[in-house]
């Protein structure tokens, strides 16, 4: 599939507020009415808002509080973000972040289901706020929360990745719902993740793999990227047919996620270096994916 449209800007931030508005609505309109819950950060906020309206004797009308309150439960992530991932990647998970909270918090819940059958809300929320979320990521923006947590840590810890994060964040979330909610309450949002997570896979090519070629006459940077990504570098010596001067080849696999931070680190090192990118290549056997 050709991808080269959407690295152009405005496509990209389009496409991020489309994919924001489109997750926004299939919890607002389908999955919060039956008083479901999400996983991960948005799950959270959920709970705090649950836990203000009980403290709290009124709430602001026309606001979702957990569209607030997902918005400031992101500003750590955000730190590290800008302290640790780079200017790139802060700049998309600050729209990501800033374009769900504010369709969360504008998009309004409605008072009563719109399907009348509870599993038809719950695999039409799944399936809208999976594609939603798909097509924000495919653009390359960033919903930060456990996304940022979970990139952080798979680059100092290599066997980690962002798929772990999740499963054991969502998986004491949901032990928690058991605790304060009914069983069909906890099972239906469980439902509705499992879909989720099934329709985003589908619609968000960040699974896409990318081969990177890197041609430079400098030495040392196959180094610097192994130990600021954790990734493996192939390296091997080639020879300008015209000039005769000798290049370093450097030849790595990563996902469409990691293609941002790979060139800064690169342009920084040699901002003469030229690199190709291949998409949609096959990759078997010892690859990490970073989900």
Same mark, same amino acid.
């Given at each position: 599939?050709?991808?080269?449209?959407?690295?152009?800007?405005?496509?990209?931030?389009?496409?991020? +507020? #489309?994919?924001?508005?489109?997750? =926004? /609505?299939?919890?607002? $309109?389908?999955? @919060? %009415?039956?008083?479901?819950?999400?996983? *991960?950060?948005?799950? +959270? #906020?959920?709970?705090?808002?649950? =836990? /203000?309206?009980?403290? $709290?004797?009124? @709430? %602001?009308?026309?606001?979702?509080?957990? *569209?607030?309150?997902?918005?400031?439960?992101?500003?750590?992530?955000?730190?590290?973000?800008?302290?640790?991932?780079?200017?790139?990647?802060?700049?998309?998970?600050?729209?990501?972040?800033?374009?769900?909270?504010?369709?969360?918090?504008?998009?309004?819940?409605?008072?009563?289901?719109?399907?009348?059958?509870?599993?038809?809300?719950?695999?039409?929320?799944?399936?809208?706020?999976?594609?939603?979320?798909?097509?924000?990521?495919?653009?390359?923006?960033?919903?930060?929360?456990?996304?940022?947590?979970?990139?952080?840590?798979?680059?100092?810890?290599?066997?980690?990745?962002?798929?772990?994060?999740?499963?054991?964040?969502?998986?004491?979330?949901?032990?928690?719902?058991?605790?304060?909610?009914?069983?069909?309450?906890?099972?239906?949002?469980?439902?509705?993740?499992?879909?989720?997570?099934?329709?985003?896979?589908?619609?968000?090519?960040?699974?896409?793999?990318?081969?990177?070629?890197?041609?430079?006459?400098?030495?040392?940077?196959?180094?610097?990227?192994?130990?600021?990504?954790?990734?493996?570098?192939?390296?091997?010596?080639?020879?300008?047919?015209?000039?005769?001067?000798?290049?370093?080849?450097?030849?790595?696999?990563?996902?469409?996620?990691?293609?941002?931070?790979?060139?800064?680190?690169?342009?920084?090192?040699?901002?003469?270096?030229?690199?190709?990118?291949?998409?949609?290549?096959?990759?078997?056997?010892?690859?990490?994916?970073?989900?």
């Amino acid at each position: 599939m050709n991808t080269l449209w959407l690295r152009h800007r405005p496509i990209q931030h389009l496409m991020v +507020l #489309a994919g924001a508005g489109i997750y =926004a /609505a299939g919890l607002n $309109l389908f999955v @919060l %009415p039956l008083q479901l819950y999400s996983g *991960g950060v948005p799950g +959270l #906020a959920q709970l705090l808002e649950l =836990a /203000a309206e009980t403290v $709290l004797p009124t @709430l %602001p009308a026309g606001i979702n509080l957990y *569209g607030v309150l997902y918005f400031f439960l992101n500003i750590p992530p955000l730190v590290l973000a800008w302290r640790y991932l780079g200017r790139m990647f802060l700049i998309k998970t600050v729209e990501g972040i800033a374009a769900i909270s504010f369709f969360m918090a504008l998009i309004p819940v409605s008072p009563v289901p719109i399907l009348e059958e509870a599993i038809a809300s719950v695999l039409v929320g799944g399936v809208i706020a999976g594609c939603g979320i798909g097509v924000l990521l495919t653009a390359g923006g960033s919903g930060g929360g456990l996304d940022v947590i979970g990139v952080l840590v798979s680059r100092t810890v290599p066997q980690f990745s962002v798929g772990k994060l999740t499963i054991y964040f969502n998986a004491v979330l949901f032990i928690v719902y058991l605790l304060l909610f009914d069983i069909s309450t906890a099972l239906y949002s469980l439902i509705f993740m499992v879909f989720y997570s099934v329709f985003l896979d589908h619609t968000h090519y960040q699974n896409i793999n990318v081969r990177l070629m890197i041609f430079t006459k400098k030495s040392g940077i196959d180094w610097d990227i192994m130990r600021k990504t954790a990734r493996g570098v192939t390296e091997w010596r080639g020879m300008g047919a015209y000039t005769g001067e000798p290049t370093n080849i450097l030849v790595t696999v990563i996902n469409k996620y990691e293609v941002g931070t790979f060139l800064e680190i690169i342009c920084a090192l040699d901002p003469a270096a030229f690199f190709s990118l291949d998409d949609g290549v096959f990759v078997a056997k010892n690859y990490e994916k970073r989900l």
